[in-house]
């Protein structure tokens, strides 16, 4: 075509950028549809009837389930999971041992966020020592955490920097439900106001705007170079 050179190193830069801008916008629009049903997901099981922890492994979607607890923690033995922060402090969060007293099964309950301003002192917290009745919901990660240090600290409370429930029932040396249970607000519980998800499905879709609105820039200046290549190359 005479009216459009746009020239070697333009068309390699675009044919590189141009689809990797699409398929990150596209990406987003996936990701914005899979927080979507996550959240569906979780407003479903919340409003369903709570389940005995004797019934966690047998569901088959036991992520957000409702859980109801009847039993004692075990004071002792407690982890401290590292770096958690909210509102921009940094603290731990908190989680111990349980042994629901109908099923005789032992869960790992997370109490929920305790600020930790001051690394030479311990953090503070207390385990209630008399039975409790307690609402927790299953929380079901969805991928591995990227850890480089899987190491565990000594001695009790235990500082952990990623949760790996079968590890966890390693070092207790217990037989326990392979979930993590996280507490609902109330007495037993810290600060328990925990995030579903770190980005709305709302900011996937802006996103997706964003990389596709490139992508045409990309190709309009594409367009645009070419043109006026071709023109002040006639003779």
Do not use: C
């Amino acid at each position: 075509m005479s009216g459009f050179r746009p020239g070697l190193v333009p068309t390699l830069v675009v044919l590189i950028l141009l689809p990797l801008l699409v398929w990150l916008g596209f990406w987003q629009l996936e990701r914005g549809e899979q927080k979507r049903e996550m959240l569906a997901r979780q407003d479903a099981q919340q409003q369903a009837a709570p389940v005995g922890p004797e019934q966690i492994e047998h569901l088959p979607e036991p992520a957000y389930s409702r859980i109801h607890l009847q039993g004692r923690f075990d004071a002792e033995h407690s982890f401290l999971l590292d770096s958690r922060t909210r509102d921009g402090r940094v603290g731990v969060e908190l989680i111990q041992p349980f042994q629901d007293q109908p099923s005789g099964r032992w869960v790992l309950v997370n109490r929920g966020w305790i600020p930790w301003p001051d690394r030479r002192v311990p953090p503070e917290f207390d385990t209630p020592d008399r039975p409790l009745k307690l609402a927790a919901w299953v929380y079901a990660p969805s991928g591995q955490p990227f850890v480089l240090n899987r190491r565990q600290a000594e001695g009790w409370p235990r500082l952990i920097n990623h949760v790996d429930i079968e590890a966890l029932w390693q070092t207790l040396d217990r037989d326990g439900i392979g979930y993590e249970l996280r507490l609902e607000p109330g007495p037993a519980a810290y600060r328990a106001d925990w995030p579903v998800t770190t980005m709305q499905p709302q900011q996937h879709l802006g996103y997706a705007v964003q990389w596709f609105a490139l992508a045409v820039a990309l190709l309009a200046l594409f367009i645009y170079f070419g043109v006026h290549q071709a023109r002040g190359t006639r003779p």
